[in-house]
């Protein structure tokens, strides 16, 4: 068993993959570190990636890899004084939701962490689309980390 921390890469210090690490250490257990690329996103993105040279663009292990290395500069960035070799960084593209749900069953994760936002000025937590989603579908326990940012 694992712990499966899902990043979206939107802050250099991600609060997701401390929990996930404080979670994994008392579990003494791995932590793989996940970040999923829609198709969409991938394409806009894809120019400051290194291009590759057959005509068809880039495999879908490219693109998966591509969506690994994000997830490790993620992890590099928050665990600074952390051995991050013996930190997972996964990858995948795709729709959010069904591939966090998806990745967690194949890591057989004893608990997936996911971030949300405070999003209405009283205060009141509404997650978004895919951290409801996960809450909602999940077949093990779901963390989820607030952002204080609205």
């Known amino acids: 068993m694992s712990i499966l921390a899902a990043v979206d890469a939107t ?3 991600d609060s997701v993959v401390e929990t996930g690490h ?7 257990t791995t932590l793989s570190v996940l970040h999923v690329v829609s198709q969409d996103a991938f394409e806009s993105r ?3 990636v290194e ?15 591509a969506a690994a290395n994000v997830a490790n500069e993620v992890v ?15 990858g995948r593209i795709g729709e959010p939701d069904p591939s966090i749900l998806d990745v967690a069953t194949d890591i057989d994760a004893r608990y997936i962490v996911i971030g949300g936002r ?4 009283t205060g009141k937590a509404l997650f ?3 951290t409801q989603s996960v809450l909602l579908e999940a077949d093990r326990p ?9």
């Open 51 to 65: 291009r590759v040279s057959d005509v068809q663009g880039y495999s879908k292990s490219q693109r998966a890899e």
């Open 11 to 13: 802050n250099e210090h």
């Open 22 to 28: 404080s979670l994994a250490s008392a579990y003494e």
């Open 142 to 150: 779901v963390v989820t980390v607030i952002s204080n940012e609205e």
């Open 46 to 48: 894809k120019e400051t």
């Open 76 to 90: 590099v960035g928050t665990l600074e004084d952390v051995n991050v070799e013996t930190i997972s960084t996964l």
């Open 128 to 130: 978004g689309s895919t």
């Open 118 to 121: 405070k999003r209405s000025p």
